[in-house]
């Protein structure tokens, strides 16, 4: 079942704060949910391996950067102070 712009948005709105008021903890099924409501496939087997490893807590996974990346901007930061 799909949902519309608005409510969809409303859903992952709210299941935000009930995750961040410690209400939820997200887990692979959670996530499964999530995606359906999206329309999205289940969970590939690369994103449950990443859960598996994490041993079931969620990590952000953002865009990284390189590690020479960071100490760049470490050092930059440095330089500014």
Do not use: H, Y
């Not at 995606?35 to 990590?59: H, I, N, Q, T």
């Amino acid at each position: 079942m799909a949902l519309d712009i608005a409510n969809l948005r409303t859903f992952v709105e709210s299941f935000a704060v009930a995750v961040r008021a410690g209400l939820i903890t997200p887990c692979l099924q959670d996530e499964n949910m999530v995606r359906e409501k999206f329309g999205f496939e289940k969970a590939p087997k690369e994103v449950e391996a990443d859960w598996k490893l994490s041993e079931g807590v969620r990590k952000p996974n953002t865009i990284k950067q390189a590690p020479e990346e960071v100490a760049n901007e470490a050092a930059a930061l440095d330089g500014a102070t």
